[in-house]
């Protein structure tokens, strides 16, 4: 839900943990302080433990990405960007779709780099259905991977 007075209240921001974050976070971090938004850092677990246990799951990589989301959000917060993070488990595009349903977000700022070209083909790609599915702007950052 939007706060009032302000276009973009709460800005869903799903991150690889890749290199492509780095762009979307510095685009976001302006976006942010210019409307004084609030950040929700969202991050897809899609590991086997991940898919299989959910919120259950407590493997390593699942451990990864939490503290690596804690990491992203602390950077924003020192920024004085009030930011949230939170762990979607499963496949991409539902669990994005899910995640705007349930955090009443205003835009989806997110990167697309095609650089799955064949699964993307195949099985479509996160942003696609992202971008279909939702009522609300949707902001796609194509990205250059750099390293983190």
Known sequence: MKKEGKLYGKILVPLEGTGHDASILKHVQKLAKMHESELILIHIADG????????????????????????????????????????????????????????????????????????DVLFGSASSEVRHAVDIPVLLLRTEQKRR
Do not use: N
């Open 48 to 119: 086997w433990s991940a898919r299989f246990y959910g919120e259950d799951s407590d493997s390593k990589e699942v451990r990864e990405d939490r503290e690596y989301l804690r990491k992203c959000a602390h950077k924003m917060e020192q920024e004085g960007i009030p930011t949230t993070w939170r762990l979607g488990f499963g496949r991409p595009g539902p669990e994005l779709i899910r995640a705007v349903e349930e955090t009443g977000c205003d835009l989806v700022a997110m990167t697309t780099h095609g650089h799955r070209w064949m699964e």
